[in-house]
């Protein structure tokens, strides 16, 4: 039917839904605002441009980053009342996530020869190679090695030790491509707080003319000026009383 997601779709909304709200990676008691009335609703859509295989993956990673890549607004609580502050009065906050769970899938293939009970794994099947494979097996580990889910839909049976060795493979690819994932999310991290910079900030330090306001030579300071304007005052005040001391002595020596 137009518009209604295929069986396939279905399959990599479930699993990426069982991924990251299965395994409480994501703090959801971080969303309430006002316990019992309001609540962040968080949702994420993916849409797949092209499928070459493991889509699965791609989407999981997909939907894990723009988790970490998104910001909401910063609510202040007053009473029982909530405001929420634009980007532009408030640095936005990033959601509160726990771990960073990532899948890893492998494609299984069963040996030719029937008295080789071998299995043959590949890492990151493509879409031929999935359309070959006898099994599937994918697991999700977080950014400390710590196993977060497997998945395995049917397909042919495997032991516990190819698991282990998988499970290796996993931890080791985990924490190759979280660090892609940091090093992009720093740099567009950098580039947010560039465009926050104040006006006074979109110049360097060498780029701004400064000013010298002290005074030139030979010129007195309006400190040094007020105290001169002081002393003269007095010396003038003291001529006077001199004068006026000198003109009654006279009076006094005619009488």
Request: charged residues 20%; glycine residues 6%.
């Amino acid at each position: 039917e137009p518009g209604r997601p295929s069986a396939h779709a279905t399959a990599v909304a479930n699993f990426i839904e069982r991924l990251l709200r299965g395994s409480r990676a994501i703090d959801t008691e971080a969303l309430c605002i006002i316990g019992g009335q309001q609540v962040w609703s968080i949702r994420v859509d993916v849409r797949a441009l092209n499928d070459d295989g493991n889509l699965s993956d791609a989407c999981s990673i997909a939907a894990l980053c723009s988790l970490m890549h998104f910001r909401k607004a910063d609510v202040e609580i007053s009473g029982g009342s909530a405001k929420a502050y634009s980007p532009e009065d408030r640095v936005p906050v990033p959601l509160s996530i726990h771990f960073l769970p990532v899948p890893v899938t492998f494609a299984l293939f069963a040996s030719g020869d029937k008295e080789d009970n071998q299995t043959t794994v590949i890492i990151d099947p493509s879409r031929l190679e999935e359309a070959a494979m006898g099994g599937i097996l994918c697991i999700a580990v977080n950014q400390h090695g710590e196993l977060c889910g497997m998945h395995k839909p049917g397909g042919m049976p495997i032991d516990f030790e190819l698991i282990e060795q998988c499970t290796e493979v996993a931890t080791a690819k985990t924490k190759e491509i979280l660090a892609r994932i940091q090093s992009e999310l720093e740099a567009d991290l950098a580039k947010r707080k560039e465009a926050r910079r104040n006006v006074h900030e979109l110049y360097d330090p060498a780029q701004l003319l400064t000013v010298d306001l002290a005074a030139p030579a030979g010129v007195i300071p309006a400190t040094s000026t007020s105290l001169a304007t002081e002393q003269l005052g007095s010396t003038q005040i003291d001529a006077q009383l001199a004068a006026i001391n000198a003109e009654a002595a006279e009076l006094e020596q005619q009488l």
